[in-house]
């Protein structure tokens, strides 16, 4: 816990970023606006100009800041309250450090580039806390592509922004208090899509997690998110972590990590197995873009929900089934 004075350090500097963040967008957006760049910049300068809040801004005026809870290279974690909603703000830190992936997305400019995310708090930890409860008797197939199916649109809404994360895992994804609802967090590396590809840096991200054009420090694109989606995918279904039986020279081997991939087990059903292999493929091109996975496992749903009907080909199948192989014929009745 931190003292008081550590306390009020937090608060203001958090407080600072945020109308520093707020004064930014709005000269941003008032210097995209179809009038006089100049008039609209010297608008903006004053203080003079109002523009219409985006659905997914934050308004400063309504966060309140408790306390700091966690602080990284690049982030810090504070919790909060927001509209009266139980809050988590992640600042992004050292953002005219050249170092810093963030500020590399502003072309390293000494320009300070301030960034708050700002998600509703969740209580019950991680996706991969919630995995690990369960590794012994593993989730049900059902819960196996619902959470993948959340954790699948929050990814394609995301890239529809045109934002790439780059370390998804399930340590960046909670759930809340009825391990119902899924959330991605953790922005700390997330940067929007350049026209360049080249400009993106390397090797950012989770060893096991990170695709292999990121680890080889070339140009890579949003499927790199779709990459760490399958590993995720794999993870969600056996409950473990991936890559456990390798050591770390192994997963940090160029040879060994441009060709490693999970095994999957034999009772997963294919449908879901095509879905992890896709993903990882090793060639970006190859892989499905996120909008695409999604209506991939929603028809895995469909096909589940058909399975609850009467006299549907499917209704023969127990709740802890995991085939849907061979034309739904599947032997572990």
């Not at 990121?214 to 995720?232: L, R, W």
């Not at 059903?269 to 879905?275: F, N, Q, T, V, Y």
Request: proline share 5%; charged share 25%; aromatic share 6%.
């Amino acid at each position: 816990m931190m003292n008081g004075a550590k306390k009020k350090v937090a608060m203001a500097d958090l407080k600072k970023s945020l109308d520093q963040l707020d004064r930014h967008l709005d000269r941003a957006l008032m210097l995209s606006d179809n009038k006089s760049g100049a008039a609209a910049a010297a608008a903006a300068a004053n203080g003079m100009v109002t523009r219409r809040r985006e659905e997914w801004e934050i308004d400063p005026r309504k966060l309140v800041v408790k306390q700091l809870i966690g602080r990284g290279t690049y982030a810090a974690v504070h919790l909060g309250t927001y509209d009266g909603q139980d809050v988590a703000g992640a600042v992004i830190l050292n953002t005219s450090d050249t170092n810093n992936p963030v500020s590399r997305q502003a072309g390293g400019s000494n320009q300070e580039l301030v960034c708050c995310v700002v998600a509703r708090y969740h209580s019950a930890g991680t996706l991969k806390s919630y995995l690990e409860k369960h590794r012994r008797k593993k989730l049900r197939l059902r819960k196996v592509v619902k959470l993948s199916l959340q954790l699948g649109r929050g990814l394609a809404y995301l890239h529809s922004r045109k934002l790439i994360h780059r370390d998804i895992k399930p340590e960046n994804v909670v759930l809340d208090a009825d391990n119902k609802e899924l959330k991605i967090i953790d922005f700390g590396v997330a940067r929007a899509e350049p026209k360049n590809t080249g400009e993106m840096g390397g090797q950012i991200g989770t060893i096991g997690y990170m695709a292999p054009e990121v680890f080889a420090s070339k140009p890579y694109d949003s499927k790199c998110d779709v990459y760490s989606f399958g590993i995720c995918l794999w993870e969600i279904y056996c409950c473990e972590a991936p890559f456990a039986h390798l050591g770390f020279s192994h997963q940090t081997s160029p040879v060994v990590y441009k060709s490693v991939r999970p095994e999957i087990p034999g009772n997963c059903p294919e449908a879901l197995a095509a879905i992890m292999k896709q993903c990882w493929e090793e060639e970006p091109a190859k892989r499905p873009a996120m909008e695409d996975v999604v209506s991939m496992l929603e028809a895995i749903v469909d096909l589940l929900n058909l399975a609850k009907t009467e006299n549907s080909p499917l209704s023969f199948l127990p709740a802890r089934c995991s085939c849907l192989r061979s034309h739904f014929n599947c032997n572990n009745t």
